[in-house]
């Protein structure tokens, strides 16, 4: 199969922190290769001269001058654009959102990821996100597919739960939802519930979709047609879900271990980023809160977090310990627990806002997916953050398991993706 090019624009630390070598053993390990757009030294002044950034960085004009090579077509990348910069150089940083404001999606159909590496960073960490502008390279079509037909069923093994679903003819019929434990054990038990709620049998499912952490280990024990990251999963599940499927909108994701912002066009990844710094911006440090405060995590809504007033309750957004620390505190001093609640979930919103939602253009609808999209005090924050109304669409915490359902076209028994 022909290698997806990915085009790599980045500061000298790349290469200066040996972060280069994980990049390509990334891009590599999902077919693709990195390569750095050729361009001549006479273009380098005249492209930073039209960018209008007066950087003193050679390295960042060198960015600058293979962005715009990009833009004006002179240079190729059908596996989209990956920008990464060193997080302790704030030029870069400046340049790299700008880059990755100025790669328009929308008109130049290339998918964009920014990234922001330490030394540290590897190729397992980068994986998600060569694999998702591969797909998006390979799967365009079928991921700009508005409906799904036939019987197929989408997996999802989350860090927190597994999920399934079953779909027939555009319709979710049967649905599962089991905590993660003993992953092949989990996705059966999923899987298992979803296919007694639609009336079916194993047998009657024509095709198969897999994503999560997990993804790879299930996806061989059902022998799953695709296996495929969440990034783009989630993007087609979220405009299903919301019935918005043609236009723009922006996806949020904050799930049990990382978060994603995704910029979604007619379906497809535009722009997209996941991760972040601590748990304390993740669905962890909420349910560490419920269970601190001795209510289910879906009661940080109405009962208390909607009602309470999260600005009288210093707490730290960063760090799940320090982030719990001032929770105990803020009880230990009488605060009350609506407070309390309240102060959490505007914690983990405001987080993800400083973090991942600074390298996606936002834009309407913002569309809340996710086991944590089901609480409404953290809905309501990020709203107040964005100004703006959150979707949660029905089922949206099976979003990944939709998303892969959505994905299958259920009469092909294609090349499958082999396991790693």
């Given amino acids: 199969?022909?290698?997806?090019?990915?085009?790599?624009?980045?500061?000298?630390?790349?290469?200066?922190?040996?972060?280069?070598?994980?990049?390509?053993?990334?891009?590599?390990?999902?077919?693709?290769?990195?390569?750095?757009?050729?361009?001549?030294?006479?273009?380098?002044?005249?492209?930073?001269?039209?960018?209008?950034?007066?950087?003193?960085?050679?390295?960042?004009?060198?960015?600058?001058?293979?962005?715009?090579?990009?833009?004006?077509?002179?240079?190729?990348?059908?596996?989209?654009?990956?920008?990464?910069?060193?997080?302790?150089?704030?030029?870069?940083?400046?340049v790299r959102n700008e880059l990755r404001r100025y790669i328009p999606p929308e008109n130049s159909k290339l998918s964009v990821v920014s990234y922001s590496f330490t030394e540290r960073t590897t190729a397992g960490t980068l994986l998600t996100r060569m694999e998702a502008l591969t797909t998006i390279a390979r799967r365009r079509a079928l991921l700009a597919r508005e409906e799904q037909t036939g019987i197929t069923m989408g997996v999802d093994s989350g860090s927190s739960t597994t999920k399934a679903v079953?779909?027939?003819?555009?319709?979710?019929?049967?649905?599962?939802?089991?905590?993660?434990?003993?992953v092949i054990k989990s996705a059966e038990s999923a899987v298992s519930?979803?296919?007694?709620?639609?009336?079916?049998?194993?047998?009657?499912?024509?095709?198969?979709?897999?994503?999560?952490?997990?993804?790879?280990?299930?996806?061989k024990h059902f022998g799953a047609e695709l296996i495929q990251e969440e990034l783009t999963v989630n993007s087609k599940g979220a405009v299903y879900l919301a019935g918005h499927q043609r236009g723009a909108a922006t996806v949020i994701d904050i799930g049990g271990m990382d978060n994603k912002a995704i910029s979604v066009i007619d379906g497809i990844p535009g722009t997209f980023t996941m991760g972040g710094i601590c748990a304390g911006a993740s669905g962890r440090f909420l349910e560490m809160t419920a269970k601190r405060l001795g209510i289910d995590i879906t009661e940080l809504g109405p009962p208390l977090a909607m009602k309470g007033m999260g600005k009288n309750v210093p707490m730290n957004s960063y760090c799940i310990v320090f982030g719990t620390q001032s929770l105990v505190n803020a009880l230990a001093a009488g605060s009350s627990p609506a407070d309390v609640a309240a102060a959490a979930c505007h914690s983990v919103a405001e987080q993800v806002f400083e973090q991942q939602l600074q390298e996606v253009d936002i834009k309407e609808p913002v569309i809340m997916v996710g086991g944590t999209s089901l609480i409404e005090g953290l809905v309501?924050?990020?709203?107040?953050?964005?100004?703006?109304?959150?979707?949660?669409?029905?089922?949206?915490?099976?979003?990944g398991a939709v998303g892969s359902a959505c994905s299958r076209r259920a009469s092909s028994r294609e090349s499958r993706c082999p396991p790693r």
Avoid at 194 to 217: H, K, N, P, S, V
Wanted: hydrophobic fraction near 45%; proline fraction near 3%.
């Fill in 166 to 182: 079953v779909m027939k003819d555009n319709e979710i019929v049967g649905t599962g939802w089991h905590p993660t434990t003993e």
């Fill in 1 to 94: 199969m022909k290698k997806v090019r990915i085009a790599q624009l980045s500061c000298g630390g790349a290469e200066y922190s040996g972060v280069q070598k994980e990049i390509y053993e990334a891009a590599e390990s999902v077919g693709a290769e990195v390569f750095f757009p050729d361009i001549a030294l006479a273009d380098v002044e005249r492209a930073v001269k039209k960018f209008g950034l007066d950087v003193k960085s050679a390295d960042l004009k060198l960015m600058i001058a293979r962005a715009l090579a990009l833009v004006e077509g002179k240079v190729e990348a059908d596996g989209g654009v990956f920008i990464g910069t060193c997080f302790r150089c704030a030029e870069a940083a400046i």
């Fill in 380 to 399: 309501y924050a990020m709203g107040q953050l964005l100004q703006t109304e959150v979707v949660v669409p029905p089922n949206s915490q099976y979003i």
């Fill in 193 to 219: 519930d979803a296919l007694e709620m639609a009336g079916l049998a194993r047998e009657d499912i024509q095709a198969i979709g897999t994503t999560g952490y997990g993804r790879f280990l299930i996806g």
